[in-house]
């Protein structure tokens, strides 16, 4: 063994299929929910997009709660585009009321998701936040507005852990029953510089501790120990050598899947894994015998499951096996 082992802390109670999920936070909570997403667990990740801040994380999830409404007012015109600071670029668009029409509808979603949540995953990714100097609004994201609009500062050490105990507060206020896990993002944000981004996660380190010991139903998995300790070499990082690649998401993945997954379900996650790779294929002769062939097998195999277990749904899949997408099964 080439590496330092890093040791997760006993989870009291795992995952399972009959769990719904809500993640939100930094680029890494959507890699994570991605993946149980593709082995089909009851997933919601991000409904207003990526997030990286305590701050900018507890003011969404109150939003949420609270059941909080957009305007007119929450969105400026850039160029002729509306967006809004306290949503993701994604989340922008040309006609306002259709714009507002969609952010409502999600928030409506999302709180009733919220509601039912079993468990739900918070990626902080930095203590750094952006405050608009017009109004002092601190700002979800900034959407290539230009740097002197802004303030650039690092919260205190009682801001982070003001904002987290607020989440949790404001999470347990519509689920009291629910498992709430901490992470922090292994992506460093080098253009802060090396020294600053070390302080900045250290902030979410030290207020996560005591949090952790202040709370029951709080936990905390080491994403971002596990790979400054397991994965101390650059092939597990992306291009930019600051962002995880799909090797090194792979390993953290692993590393989840057997500490907070029952292992009862792993079988299950074979099974899924299996059909959900047979779907991406892309065949060379769709018209041929033997695709139609395998085409039936599949089928077969995703309608034995679907009898066995009614929570799954493959309905998008099942529309990928028609060569035009238009039939239905």
């Known amino acids: 063994m080439y590496y330092t082992p890093v040791n997760i802390a006993p989870f009291l109670r795992k995952i399972t299929y009959n769990d719904t999920l809500f993640f939100i936070g930094s680029c890494f909570s959507n890699e994570i929910a991605q993946k149980l997403s593709f082995f089909k667990f009851n997933v919601f990740s991000n409904p207003f997009g990526t997030l990286y801040n305590p701050v900018s994380i507890y003011q969404s999830l109150l939003r949420i709660v609270n059941k909080e409404r957009v305007h007119t007012a929450d969105f400026f015109?850039?160029?002729?585009?509306?967006?809004?600071?306290?949503?993701?670029?994604?989340?922008?668009?040309?006609?306002?009321?259709?714009?507002?029409?969609?952010?409502?509808?999600?928030?409506?979603?999302?709180?009733?998701?919220?509601?039912?949540?079993?468990?739900?995953?918070?990626?902080?990714?930095?203590?750094?936040?952006?405050?608009?100097?017009?109004?002092?609004?601190?700002?979800?994201?900034?959407?290539?507005?230009?740097?002197?609009?802004?303030?650039?500062?690092?919260?205190?050490?009682?801001?982070?852990?003001?904002?987290?105990?607020?989440t949790i507060e404001c999470l347990r206020s519509i689920n009291q029953q629910v498992d709430i896990i901490f992470t922090v993002s292994p992506v460093r944000y080098f253009k802060y510089g090396s020294f600053e981004n070390q302080v900045s996660k250290s902030l979410l380190f030290v207020s996560l501790h005591?949090?952790?010991?202040?709370?029951?139903?709080?936990?905390?998995?080491p994403a971002y120990e596990i790979f400054m300790d397991e994965l101390r070499d650059y092939r597990y990082y992306a291009s930019d050598m600051l962002h995880p690649s799909n090797d090194g998401i792979e390993h953290v993945w692993k590393r989840f899947k057997d500490a907070l997954i029952e292992k009862s379900q792993h079988e299950l996650m074979k099974q899924v894994e299996e059909i959900m790779q047979a779907c991406?294929?892309?065949?060379?002769?769709?018209?041929?015998?033997?695709?139609?062939?395998?085409?039936?097998?599949?089928?077969?195999?995703?309608?034995?499951?679907?009898?066995?277990?009614?929570?799954?749904?493959?309905?998008?899949?099942?529309?990928?096996?028609?060569?035009?997408?238009?039939?239905?099964?």
């Open 77 to 166: 015109l850039d160029g002729d585009i509306y967006k809004s600071f306290h949503f993701h670029s994604s989340m922008a668009g040309i006609n306002v009321d259709s714009v507002i029409e969609n952010i409502n509808t999600i928030i409506e979603a999302s709180h009733e998701f919220l509601k039912k949540s079993n468990f739900i995953f918070i990626t902080y990714g930095t203590s750094f936040v952006f405050e608009l100097k017009e109004t002092g609004q601190m700002v979800a994201n900034c959407h290539k507005v230009p740097a002197s609009k802004f303030h650039h500062r690092m919260l205190t050490d009682k801001e982070v852990f003001k904002s987290i105990t607020d």
């Open 210 to 221: 005591k949090i952790l010991q202040q709370y029951t139903n709080i936990y905390y998995f």
């Open 280 to 329: 991406m294929h892309k065949p060379m002769l769709p018209q041929s015998a033997t695709y139609h062939s395998l085409r039936q097998n599949i089928l077969s195999k995703i309608k034995k499951l679907e009898q066995q277990y009614p929570f799954l749904r493959f309905d998008k899949e099942k529309i990928l096996l028609f060569d035009d997408g238009t039939k239905k099964i």
